[in-house]
T-cell receptor, first 111, second 113 residues
Framework: DGGITQSPKYLFRKEGQNVTLSCEQNLNHDAMYWYRQDPGQGLRLIYYSQIVNDFQKGDIAEGYSVSREKKESFPLTVTSAQKNPTAFYLC??????????FGPGTRLTVT | AQSVTQLGSHVSVSEGALVLLRCNYSSSVPPYLFWYVQYPNQGLQLLLKYTSAATLVKGINGFEAEFKKSETSFHLTKPSAHMSDAAEYFCAVSVPGYSTLTFGKGTMLLVSP
């Protein structure tokens, strides 16, 4: 089955630690996205990548970093500089025209 | 820049009643429009999309939406609600040539027996 996998489903970290969220797709899509979801705020774009070795900042990139070394993979690192990292994180990839497919999400809790 | 407004953060209906979720968009060029559904602690699933073909779009699970350019609207409807329709629904807009989607803040649909 083609799709997007995100791991782990739940992640707990102490404040001050960096943490990396995994996103893998086997849909052969070029473009991939990371969103943050908070209650009542919809989805906000963190970073996106349209091709391997290239990525662009979204609306709320501060405190996050990404890499795109392989077409299938787009990991997101939440750094200690992110002031309020507790949230639900969603990864997506894009088919044309602009239809996005989403993974199941990772719920990150930082205490 | 594009934007989406979803009217009503929560909508309550009885099982069997009409579902109407409202979405208005702003775009300087003809847009692509999407409706997604999200069940608790899950990712988003595409319900339907408008990409400049027929203005009445049919989607999965009996949902449909009509693109009305004069009203800049793309409201989602379903004739008869089912308990399994209870979820959060997101409207999104993009334009040809741009690679990002802009999402509304979502509408939670509550279905009572």
């Amino acid at each position: 089955d083609g799709g997007i996998t995100q791991s782990p489903k739940y992640l707990f970290r102490k404040e001050g630690q960096n943490v990396t969220l995994s996103c893998e797709q086997n849909l052969n899509h070029d473009a991939m996205y990371w969103y943050r979801q908070d209650p009542g705020q919809g989805l906000r774009l963190i970073y996106y990548s349209q091709i391997v070795n290239d990525f662009q900042k979204g609306d709320i990139a501060e405190g996050y970093s990404v890499s795109r070394e392989k077409k299938e993979s787009f990991p997101l690192t939440v750094t200690s500089a992110q002031k309020n990292p507790t949230a639900f994180y969603l990864c997506a990839s894009r088919a044309e025209p602009n239809e996005q497919y989403f993974g199941p999400g990772t719920r990150l809790t930082v205490t | 820049a594009q934007s989406v407004t979803q009217l009503g953060s929560h909508v309550s209906v009885s099982e069997g009643a009409l579902v109407l979720l409202r979405c208005n968009y702003s775009s300087s060029v003809p847009p692509y429009l999407f409706w997604y559904v999200q069940y608790p602690n899950q990712g988003l699933q595409l319900l339907l999309k408008y990409t400049s073909a027929a203005t009445l779009v049919k989607g999965i699970n009996g949902f449909e939406a009509e693109f009305k350019k004069s009203e800049t609207s793309f409201h989602l409807t379903k004739p008869s609600a089912h308990m399994s329709d209870a979820a959060e629904y997101f409207c999104a807009v993009s334009v040809p040539g741009y690679s990002t989607l802009t999402f509304g803040k979502g509408t939670m649909l509550l279905v009572s027996p």
